[in-house]
């Protein structure tokens, strides 16, 4: 039987609100995440992404909930952080349309409605690492893609493959061993080829944006 070490991986969590900061905390640690970067403005979570790169973002929509899609959106053109992959996933207590609207239109990797388990946490980091579904670029939006079968007829923009830091981050290990299995830190070759176009399409896009087109 396997599990997934967490330990090298890095998470930025951001909230407001220091009792919900507290519990998912909590849940990281238990379940094996050790590098936590408790922030509780988003200048502090742009200078974290900016500085050092998180494998892992986990925001708190309460309070700033515009803000909050808009660094989202950011970060996935490429203007806010060198990595516009990054797993990211979004926390509220509210579940109504409009919000989960936005957290799926701005790019997150999901939308987490409180309150949470550790169970439900891990299961939906363990999906980022296992099951993370492939990304798309256009010229206005960048993030995960969400479209049915139906929606993917000729002409329509192809998923690429997007880097996954937090995936060789947290590598797979034995329960016995506590090692490593053999490549699980690297990204393949065709990843990191997969990255480097990505990033171009992203950077272009941010390029088109900042000049009016």
Not at 169 to 196: D, E, I, V, W, Y
Request: glycine residues 4%; proline residues 5%.
């Amino acid at each position: 039987m396997s599990e997934i070490d967490y330990s090298r991986a890095s998470v930025a969590l951001y909230d407001p609100v220091s009792v919900n900061q507290r519990t998912t905390r909590y849940s990281l640690h238990e379940i094996g995440f050790r590098d936590i970067f408790q922030l509780n403005t988003l200048s502090e979570l742009r200078r974290i992404v900016q500085d050092d790169a998180p494998h892992l973002i986990i925001a708190e929509t309460a309070d700033h909930e515009a803000e909050v899609f808009r660094l989202v959106r950011a970060i996935r053109s490429g203007e806010l952080s060198n990595n516009p992959f990054v797993a990211l996933l979004l926390t509220s207590w509210r579940r109504d349309a409009d919000l989960v609207r936005n957290a799926i239109g701005c790019g997150a990797d999901d939308l987490l409605i409180r309150p949470l388990s550790n169970s439900f946490v891990e299961d939906r980091i363990r999906t980022l690492i296992r099951a993370r579904k492939p990304f798309i670029v256009t010229s206005d939006y960048i993030g995960p893609d969400r479209r049915r079968d139906k929606e993917r007829g000729a002409g329509a923009v192809k998923p690429i493959e997007a880097p996954n830091v937090l995936k060789a981050s947290s590598p797979t290990t034995s329960r016995r061993c506590r090692k490593p299995m053999p490549g699980s830190m690297k990204l393949s070759a065709r990843l990191r080829a997969n990255a480097c176009a990505a990033c171009a399409c992203a950077s272009l896009w941010a390029r088109k944006r900042a000049c009016g087109r």
